[in-house]
């Protein structure tokens, strides 16, 4: 219990550090490790998949992704952000916070949730038989992204030919 | 158990509500784009946590699947946009984008 407290602590901390962090290339590292802390915990939690995937995926390639934006972006593209944000922050959270322990624990019971059970089979029988139209859902997803970034960046070249 | 769900869904409201706050108050279109990634780890979070204590961890771990794909996908189409909107404007100030004109 204290090391998920710990790891779940370590999250909310390098998500914290992602906002406010200055420099864009730490605030894209703190996410990384944010990431890896969720890795983590879905590994305690007996998800080893999704760790797998969100370790390798979120951590990994996004960050790589926004390395690449920011070093692409970084000539003249500092934006000064209100000095207000950062000093309200600790205060809003700290609001957040009693508000979040306060609600939180009467609403777990009041809103309805799906029945509990326990489920057979294996993680590929889930994913693959049941769950196989959100699998053909994730292709036209990826083939998406991918064409939206062919289109973007097309776009350009025809501007210089003309 | 309640405990424990209880403990995840208290700091994945967390999550999101760092996620938000940066949504709310930030200029830069990067920091904008981290803050939603924010927020996906909190649903994602809530997700596995909610199917761990309910006993459809399978199910929740396919959703969670599903949703980092649909994450990177987006990841990619937006940076790719902010990348255009900063050869456009020279800045990645997301005020600047109010001028656009359609």
Redesign the interface.
Same mark, same amino acid.
């Given at each position: 219990m204290i090391l998920q407290i710990m790891l779940l602590c370590g999250l909310v901390i390098f998500a914290g550090l992602a906002i406010l962090a200055k420099d864009l290339l730490k605030a894209a590292l703190s996410l990384a490790v944010a990431s890896l802390f969720l890795g983590i915990i879905f590994f305690r939690l007996s998800a080893p998949y999704a760790g797998v995937f969100e370790i390798s995926v979120v951590a990994g390639l996004i960050t790589v992704l926004f390395a690449l934006t920011i070093a692409l972006t970084r000539k003249d593209g500092e934006v000064k952000e209100a000095r207000l944000v950062k000093i309200a922050f600790p205060l809003f959270f700290i609001l957040f916070l009693i508000i979040d322990g306060l609600v939180m624990k009467s609403l777990l019971q009041k809103v309805p949730s799906l029945p509990a059970g326990p489920e057979g089979g294996t993680f590929g029988e889930v994913l693959w038989k049941q769950r196989t139209f959100d699998l053909v859902a994730q292709i036209g997803v990826i083939l998406a992204g991918v064409l939206a970034v062919l289109a973007l960046f097309r776009k350009k070249e025809e501007d210089k030919d003309e | 158990m309640?405990n424990?769900?209880?403990?995840? #869904? *208290? *700091?994945s409201? &967390? !999550?999101i *509500?760092?996620?938000i706050?940066?949504l709310l108050?930030?200029?830069?279109l &990067?920091?904008l784009f981290? /803050?939603i =990634? &924010?927020i996906s780890?909190g649903v %994602?979070?809530v997700i596995?946590?909610?199917? /761990? +204590?309910?006993?459809? #961890? $399978? #199910? /929740?771990? %396919? $959703? +969670? @699947?599903?949703y &980092?794909?649909? =994450? +990177? %996908? $987006?990841? /990619?189409?937006a $940076?790719? !946009? @902010?990348?255009?909107i900063?050869?456009k404007n020279? %800045? #990645?100030? +997301?005020r600047l984008l109010s001028k656009l004109k359609g």
């Open positions: - | 309640s424990l769900w209880f403990l995840y #869904l *208290f *700091f409201a &967390i !999550l *509500f760092i996620g706050y940066c108050t930030m200029r830069n &990067i920091k981290i /803050a =990634e &924010i780890k %994602s979070l596995v946590a909610t199917g /761990a +204590v309910k006993h459809s #961890l $399978l #199910l /929740a771990q %396919s $959703l +969670v @699947i599903t &980092i794909v649909v =994450e +990177v %996908s $987006l990841v /990619a189409t $940076l790719a !946009l @902010i990348i255009n900063y050869k020279k %800045s #990645l100030d +997301v």
